[in-house]
C-alpha cells in the first residue's frame, strides 16, 4: 500500500537524521509491526538490524529491573501509579482498535469519521506521553541510583 511505503520512507530518513537515538516503546506490538513493515518494504539485513538497534522496550526493562506495588505492569498502570493522566477517559488498546477498525470500514466511501480518527491520534499521543513519562522515570531512578552508589563509595584519604 501507498501509505505504507511513504510510512517507511519516513522512519528510514528519521532513523538517518537521527542516528543512535532510542525508539521508546511499551511492550511487543511495535516491534513486531515496525519489523512486519520493514520486511514487507523490502528492507534490507542491515536496515532490520540498525531498526533492532534502535527499539527499546520500557515494560521489559520494568519488568527484568522492578518490583512495583502494582498488580500489573501495564503501561496503564505504572503510568498511572506515577501520576500520567490521559485525557480521554474509559479509553484502551482494544477500543482503540475498535475505533480503527471502524474508521477503515469498507473501502474509500464507507471511511469513518475524521472525528474518530482524532481519537485514535489522541489516545496513540497519550499511549507515547506516557511511556515518555514512565522511560523519564526510570532514568532520574537510575541517576539517583548511580549518585548513591557514588557517594557509597569510599574515596582516597578518608
Known sequence: EHG???SWLRLQRLLNRYEGWPILHYGETETLSLRRLAQRQGASDAQL???????????????SHWRLP???????????????RWSQSGVDGARALLWWRQWLGEGQKRRGSRHGLEWIFLYNQD???ATWAVAEWLLEEDDLLN????????????
Not at 502494582?70 to 500520567?84: D, I, M
Not at 549518585?147 to 578518608?158: I, N, V
Request: with cysteine; charged share 35%.
Open 127 to 129: 499511549d507515547c506521553r
Open 49 to 63: 538490524r540498525r531498526l533492532k538497534r534502535s527499539l527499546i522496550d520500557v515494560h521489559a526493562r520494568i519488568r
Open 147 to 158: 549518585t548513591a552508589q557514588r557517594l557509597d563509595q569510599p574515596t582516597a584519604g578518608r
Open 70 to 84: 502494582l498488580s500489573s505492569y501495564g503501561l496503564k498502570s505504572v503510568a498511572a501509579w506515577r501520576g500520567f
Open 4 to 6: 505504507e511505503q511513504r
